[in-house]
């Protein structure tokens, strides 16, 4: 049967839907499952016999409408989600928000002072991180676009790999890092280091005028002075060694050149074969190297093919198209891949637990080698080792919370930047 009055139809079928919508909630709540199962039963062959009876006009508006509202409703609810959630940790943990909860260090076992140590550990490892993956991910993405066939046996294994990738676990990255960066790349840094260390301590010592030349033997006194008249900066540790020395030996005792080279050797610790701000950074940046090929490749396919060509057939190289064309026209994505990796990288924490985060420091990083504060990993030390739950409650609301701002900042001004390329780019092509 066809209706003569559409928008009654519609009001019907909506009506409809919202007392079934309404009645199988009822249901559910009221009823055993088996009675709600029937019920259920019964209102889908109902709609199912409404929906027959309806005209064709009538169920191309009803199918409209209800898409419009199924999506804008998804897209309200996530935006209701996000402020209520803000909201929620911000009544949580206002007491806190104050100028010295930001740029104090923390105190008192975690449960007083503030986080500025982990804000800036956490900028110095998103920046590193970006700097370091998104170069990689962009020449990838080049190369995947505009070098490699599609029938490339290298360019599918990439692409195999990337997907493989974005599908490990977050801590399988930390465990890597932990085994390659620290574990072989670190520790071959420091035995290189110790071994020329060790050459230059033995050309010293060998010089004539060297305590050692009369009989391999000098004072520590005798030792210190010949490291400060070399270089009293490079040898610090060195010269800080001395005084072990001297509470083993005695002060003023002979020591032969043998037992100062012995020394040295076995005293040298680890400057990179140790958990450390660049192999976090690194290991970061691999984790967010698919997400930053995959969004610029995909910004590299969507440069349209003519000017590209027209590029070409004005005389321009293979090279200077990319660097003149492909390139200007995709830097949007690039930021895009770019925001999108500091977003993942500002709240992931389990790569980090092996490879550069330290549960306090109150100092902050002074080299790559240096281990840092972390927000993320703040928040879990906060949540699973506090000695004082009820006290570091507020403090760990208010950390959340500033990681949530702090991540919103970086992604505003990532936007705002590009926003404002992508605008002087559209000029500068008019």
């Known amino acids: 049967m066809t209706s003569k009055n559409p928008l009654r139809d519609l009001a019907a079928a909506l009506g409809s839907v919202l007392l079934a919508v309404a009645v199988l909630a009822a249901l559910l709540l009221l009823l055993p499952w088996y009675s709600a199962l029937g019920g259920v039963a019964v209102i889908v062959a109902g709609v199912t016999l409404l929906w027959r009876r309806l005209g064709m006009q009538?169920?191309?508006?009803?199918?409209?409408?209800?898409?419009?509202?199924?999506?804008?409703?998804?897209?309200?609810?996530?935006?209701?989600?996000?402020?209520?959630?803000?909201?929620?940790?911000?009544?949580l943990g206002k007491e806190n928000l104050s100028w010295s909860f930001f740029f104090e260090a923390p105190?008192?076992?975690?449960?007083?002072?503030?986080?500025?140590?982990?804000?800036?550990?956490?900028?110095?490892l998103v920046i590193i991180m970006a700097l370091a993956g998104v170069p990689v991910g962009t020449i990838t993405a080049i190369y995947l676009t505009e070098y490699a066939s599609e029938r490339s046996i290298i360019a599918r294994f990439i692409r195999f790999a990337v997907n493989t990738l974005a599908g490990v676990p977050a801590i399988v990255f930390g465990l890597f890092g932990l085994g390659f960066f620290i574990g072989t790349v670190g520790k071959q840094m420091d035995t290189w280091?110790?071994?020329?260390?060790?050459?230059?301590?033995?050309?010293?010592?060998?010089?004539?005028?060297?305590?050692?030349?009369?009989?391999?033997?000098?004072?520590?006194?005798?030792?210190?002075?010949?490291?400060?008249?070399?270089?009293?900066e490079y040898w610090a540790e060195q010269i800080d060694g001395l005084k072990i020395m001297d509470e083993v030996n005695g002060a003023g005792a002979l020591i032969e050149r043998a037992r100062y080279m012995t020394y040295y050797a076995d005293a040298s610790r680890p400057k990179w074969g140790q958990p450390a701000l660049i192999w976090a950074a690194l290991t970061m940046a691999l984790l967010t190297l698919p997400v930053v090929i995959v969004s610029v490749e995909e910004a590299i396919k969507a440069v349209p093919k003519d000017l590209r060509e027209a590029s070409l057939a004005l005389g321009a190289t293979k090279w200077e198209t990319i660097r003149r064309v492909v390139i200007p026209g995709a830097f949007t994505g690039i930021?895009?891949?770019?925001?999108?990796?500091?977003?993942?990288?500002?709240?992931?924490?389990?790569?980090?637990?092996?490879?550069?985060?330290?549960?306090?420091?109150?100092?902050?990083?002074?080299?790559?080698?240096?281990?840092?504060?972390?927000?993320?990993?703040?928040?879990?030390?906060?949540?699973?080792?506090?000695?004082?739950?009820?006290?570091?409650?507020?403090?760990?609301?208010?950390?959340?919370?500033?990681?949530?701002?702090?991540?919103?900042a970086l992604n505003f001004s990532a936007i705002f930047l590009r926003s404002r390329i992508r605008a002087r780019l559209n000029r500068l092509g008019q």
């Open 58 to 91: 009538t169920k191309r508006s009803v199918s409209e409408n209800i898409f419009v509202i199924l999506s804008g409703s998804a897209a309200f609810i996530i935006i209701i989600f996000v402020v209520y959630f803000l909201i929620h940790i911000f009544l």
């Open 335 to 408: 930021m895009t891949g770019g925001i999108l990796a500091v977003s993942r990288g500002a709240g992931e924490v389990a790569p980090i637990l092996f490879t550069g985060a330290a549960y306090y420091l109150p100092e902050l990083p002074g080299s790559l080698s240096s281990q840092f504060m972390e927000l993320g990993y703040h928040i879990y030390v906060l949540t699973t080792q506090s000695t004082d739950v009820e006290a570091t409650k507020p403090l760990l609301y208010a950390t959340t919370f500033t990681l949530l701002i702090l991540t919103f």
């Open 193 to 232: 280091s110790r071994d020329s260390r060790m050459q230059r301590i033995e050309q010293i010592f060998s010089t004539g005028t060297s305590p050692f030349s009369d009989d391999g033997k000098a004072t520590t006194v005798e030792v210190k002075r010949l490291f400060e008249s070399d270089d009293s």
């Open 107 to 124: 105190a008192e076992g975690l449960t007083e002072g503030g986080i500025f140590p982990a804000i800036i550990g956490t900028a110095m």
